[in-house]
């Protein structure tokens, strides 16, 4: 199969957003030189590094084989463990080392000096050397007697490391000697976190059963001891800017500060987070926290409340689930507007991850959601979004969103200047248990927002007052026998578009709403519609997998496009309505040329496309899939490279299969930019003649050609208003008045160099290179390579060479005669037709004297002459031709 059929020929896979933290916890490193903290966290087979100053994202790694299993740094690297390999990076993006040895995943990393420490999960310890990359030690443990569960070193412990297990034992070893030091008895409970404090010989432990253990080391005795009721502890660490303060991480998102001078609770924060939080680390010498989670966020927290607890800094957030719903949502294509099964609405940023946004959760009742306690269940929070309109001429004044939410009738507004759910809750005055709202619309002056319910209504409402607009249909209010699918509006708000499961479509007048003024009766039922008001197209998604075009001007179908095997996701227009670009549920996303009624582009992903939305601009496709908690963005080829476009039979081709875009993006090979991929088909180059008997142009810039006959106007127009001015230079020697003061005499110098001329012997006048090639020709091809050297040379230095020519000027007779044979032979060829008339323009004006004063001159200007007329007239009888003929047609 050829690269062309391997690919999409319209879009290649760019990056993707959205993607924060996973359930690994992060790397803190503090670099020196940056006097800045750096964080890392994995997004699956990639780890991002965020600048702790503006929590702005600095770099993406390099893809792993596998989603990364676990993490840790040190002063040079960042360690990364993928299956059953350790990769070691500099800078978060260069890959220094690899260590290979294990036989399962990894699951537990420590740096330790000049060694890695790793475990795996056949509970095998080995530790390689960093800078080797060989294996330096090899422990294997009983999963039956000593499962390892956490490893930490604690400080001032030489060549020690402190292992807990899942049986409840701690045991110390000595890695130098590969001997077990000591053996912990523990307390009949799973250890799941092992952390030094900053006390000697003192290592924090949690168990599984909630007790929080502050352990002595040396005595073996247990110095304090807690019981954490929020959950089991997931993470701990202690403040590092000389306050006693010990904080702890559940697995339901809460965090709590423990006093250890009071031995008591001193604080908490609940549901600081809304799943287990992975990473918990506090910053060395600063009163900051960071902590990262599986529900795809990263925060900083500093402590500077009252009671000594924390509050909330900086944040970098996604989604916690899927997005179900993209839509682009400004002119300018910079903003994407991303709805999810978490119930939250979020802004990203296609040129910068630092401006994504969360405009939160839709509420029955806001302020009450604010005030309610984070450990309480909110039963206000609405359903996930599943349908989004949006419209920004008006987004300043009031709100430009409106969402639907999955099993309610109750649209909500959002405001996107001021990034939150908006003032008001959409519903028709009167309303039958158990309907639904199906679709909606936002018109394009942003006023209004038509809404399409389950049971054939359609109402209108006003997006500034939030106040109930009408209604379209019969007294009833009923304007389909059977649920709305879609509802459009026109780009004046002069007509309203609605289709229903009863297979009809629906033309009203936006004011006058009683009755429709024209119904299209559809062969096959509707799903979803998307309408292009630029050009006046609706496109219908049916529930047979096809898609029907509309023409909402003309009131008539004009397309229609069958290809799909699956249910039809979603549809969308790009900005010249050339294109339209589906997703289905059978892993494919098509591209129809609309004018020629084809399929022009297929291709086909891992999972599933659940939406997508086409730039403004047209540069990206966003994308949204089943199971994956970022947007991906498809760059459009057609913006940067050439592309040829044919009709595709999915029948007959076999469907290329495109991984999913990734963080970083791709970096093609130096050899293979600038190379355009055809499929089977060869790039068309077209000849630099079609036939002898046509004339030619050269194809050079105008002012290769033009400016050859205004050079002396050019030369004035660039003259310096002022001369130049040369300083005066001393003498070596300075020469002296004859007095009884030092005087020096500078006229006598003055005078010698004016007396002084350079006379070059005429012995000593040579031709120039062109000069001699054009005097050495002999047949055609002589003269032809001469016409090319012609054509590099710029109008300044075609005109020094003519001028040169002259036998005054260091020239000849012969060589002049060489260039008008020269002219003659481009004019009996029909190429390069300017440059030749340029050519003998500039010849005649510079040598006319010259020229009139040789008879050998003469006779080759004659043939010359004779050429020139005789190819100006073919051209001249074409064009009076063509011009009598369009006279005539002016004046029937």
Partial sequence: ???????????????????????????????????????????????????????????????????????????????????????????????????????APIHKLLPFGIHIISIDEDNVLKIFDIKEETEFLDLRFDKEIFKISSI???????????????????????????????????????????????????????????????HNLRYDQVVMEFVHDWGVVSCLSFRMDGVPIMVTGSTKGHLVMWDLEEKRVKSQIQSAHFSRIAGLQCLTSEPLMVTNSEDNSLKMWIFDMPDGGARLLKKREGHALPPNLVRYCEPTGENILAAGRD????????????????????????????KKKRTQVDHLILPPITKLSSCMQRDKQWDSIASLHDGKFIATTWSYNRICMG???????????????????????????????????????????????????????????????????????????????????????????TTPYHVLRLEESVNSTKCHRDSGLMALANEDFSITLVDIDTMKVIRKFEGHVGKINDIDFDCQSRWLVTSSMDCTICTWDIPSAQLVDIFSVEQPCTSLSMSPTGDFLATTHVGELGVFLWANRHLYDKIFLKPIDRN?????????????????????????????????????????????????????????????????RNKPKTPLTVPKSAPFFLPTIPSLELEFDLEKDKKDLSNNKLLIPESLSTLTPFAKKLNACENVDDYKQCLEKLKTLS??????????????????????????????????????????????????????????????????????????????????????????????????
């Fill in 423 to 513: 003032k008001h809750k959409l519903k028709p005055p009167e309303m039958e248990k158990g309907t639904l709202a199906t679709c909606l619309t936002v018109t394009h002056c942003g006023n209004f927002v038509l809404i399409g319910y389950s049971n054939g209504q359609v109402h209108k409402f006003n997006m500034q007052s939030g106040i109930y607009r009408g209604h379209y249909g019969n007294e009833k209010k009923v304007a389909h026998k059977g649920a709305v699918r879609g509802v459009e509006t026109d780009l004046c708000n002069q007509r309203v578009i609605t289709v229903g499961a009863d297979d009809r479509l629906k033309f009203w007048h936006f004011k006058a709403a």
């Fill in 1 to 103: 199969m050829s690269e062309g059929k391997r690919s999409s020929q319209i879009f290649t896979g760019a990056r993707v957003l959205g993607y924060v933290s996973t359930h690994v916890p992060f790397v803190a490193r503090f670099i020196k030189r940056r006097g800045e903290t750096l964080l890392c966290t994995s997004v699956g087979k990639w780890f991002h590094t965020y600048g702790c100053d503006k929590f702005r994202l600095l770099s993406v790694s390099g893809e792993h084989p596998g989603p990364i299993t676990c993490m840790c740094g040190d002063s040079f690297h960042v360690y990364t463990a993928s299956e059953n390999d350790i990769y070691a990076w500099r800078r978060g993006c260069e890959l220094k080392h690899v260590y290979k040895g294990h036989q």
């Fill in 152 to 214: 930490c070193h604690p400080p001032t412990y030489l060549n020690k490391i402190l292992l807990g297990s899942e049986q409840g034992q701690l045991q110390i070893w000595n890695i130098r000697t590969a001997k077990l030091v000591f053996t912990f008895k523990g307390w009949e409970s799973a250890v799941i976190v092992t952390e030094p404090a900053p006390a000697i010989d003192v290592v924090a432990i949690a168990l599984e059963n909630g007790k929080i253990i502050l």
């Fill in 795 to 892: 109008p300044s230095s075609i005109e020094a060479e003519v001028t040169s020519m002259a036998p005054d000027a260091g020239g000849c007779i012969e060589v002049m005669k060489q260039y008008l044979q020269m002219l003659d032979v481009l004019f009996k060829s029909n190429r390069d037709f300017e440059l030749a008339q340029s050519y003998l323009s500039l010849f005649l004006k510079t040598h006319t004297k010259t020229i009139s004063q040789e008879d050998e001159l003469l006779k080759s200007l004659e043939s010359v002459e004779e050429s020139a007329t005789q190819a100006w007239s073919k051209l001249q009888n074409h064009l009076l031709y063509n011009i009598c003929v369009v006279k005539a047609l002016k004046d029937m």
């Fill in 652 to 716: 007959a081709v076999n469907i290329p299969q495109l991984k999913l875009p990734t963080s970083a993006a791709e970096k093609p090979d130096i050899e293979d930019i600038g190379m355009i991929d055809l499929g089977e088909e060869p790039e068309y180059k077209s000849p630099e003649q079609i036939s002898e008997e046509l004339l030619t142009l050269s194809g050079q810039p105008t002012s290769r050609w033009l400016n050859l006959l205004h050079l002396d106007i050019v030369k004035r």
């Fill in 343 to 370: 119930r939250s609405l979020h802004i990203m940023n296609t040129i910068t991850e630092t401006f994504n946004k969360s405009m939160g959760k839709a509420s029955y009742n806001r302020k009450a959601s604010k």
